[in-house]
């Protein structure tokens, strides 16, 4: 069965600093793509970052950027320069591919990490 | 391009009703999700519907069944309502054929079960 942690409950950081927000997963599929989510006080959750298992390169999508290491089986979340708007809780998630390639829509998410940007 | 919407947004039954949660996919999207998010639990997979055919299913009972309509708008049905079903129903969409599959959720239904 997939495992995601995230052993951060809250953090805080000062705007226009860099923050990285922790994940570790545990899973015994070779083949896996991992999110990472932002969800507002409104609830509606925003697709901020994706890294798939065999992805040599680590993403980057604007501001964010995602720290993988297999080995350690780690997908950590870097924001940098952080922004008033920042402030949200962050889910980091996992996907398992069905062998073909098929890859279904069933995300496995972890406790989530509430960011609080000061001005 | 539209978004993901749901309706209703908010919502209060009592103990024992049924409840019908309705979700528009994206223009071209084929595949819905649906996830149930509580402080307690967190965020949990219901299911999945792909081409009018449930594709996943979550640990959840019977009570809460869903179905996908040829225009890929889908519904989830929660009968025999208990206090425990109060959630955030939040439901997603995704493009298939995409490395990425990544999923596109909408603003959610706030159930409260009194």
């Known amino acids: 069965a997939q495992k995601i942690t995230q052993t951060q409950p809250g953090m805080f950081v000062q705007e226009k600093e860099a923050v990285t927000l922790d994940c570790t997963y545990d899973?015994?599929?070779?083949?896996?793509?991992l999110f990472w989510y932002k969800q507002p006080s409104s609830g509606e959750m925003i697709f901020l970052i994706y890294q798939g298992s065999y992805d040599e390169q680590n993403a980057t999508e604007g501001r964010y950027s995602l720290n993988f290491q297999k080995a350690r089986k780690s997908a950590n979340l870097v924001i940098s320069a952080s922004q008033l708007g920042d402030s949200a809780m962050y889910f980091c998630a996992m996907r398992e591919q069905r062998t073909g390639g098929t890859s279904y829509g069933k995300l496995t998410f972890g406790q989530g990490t509430i960011l609080t940007v000061h001005p | 391009k539209a978004g993901v919407t749901q309706t209703p947004r908010y919502l209060i039954k009592t103990r024992g009703q049924q409840v019908t949660l309705s979700c528009s996919p994206i223009s071209g999207h084929r595949s819905v999700s649906w996830y149930q998010q509580t402080p307690g639990q967190g965020l949990q997979f219901l299911f999945e519907?792909?081409?009018?055919?449930?594709?996943n299913k979550g640990n959840f009972p019977g009570r809460f069944s869903g179905r996908q309509f040829s225009n890929s708008r889908s519904e989830m049905n929660v009968s025999t309502l208990e206090l425990g079903d109060s959630a955030l129903y939040l439901c997603?969409?995704?493009?298939?054929?995409?490395?990425?599959?990544?999923?596109?959720f909408g603003p959610g239904t706030r159930l409260t079960v009194t």
């Open positions: 899973t015994s599929d070779q083949s896996y793509g």
């Open positions: 997603a969409s995704s493009l298939s054929g995409t490395r990425r599959y990544e999923q596109y």
């Open positions: 519907y792909f081409s009018e055919t449930q594709r």
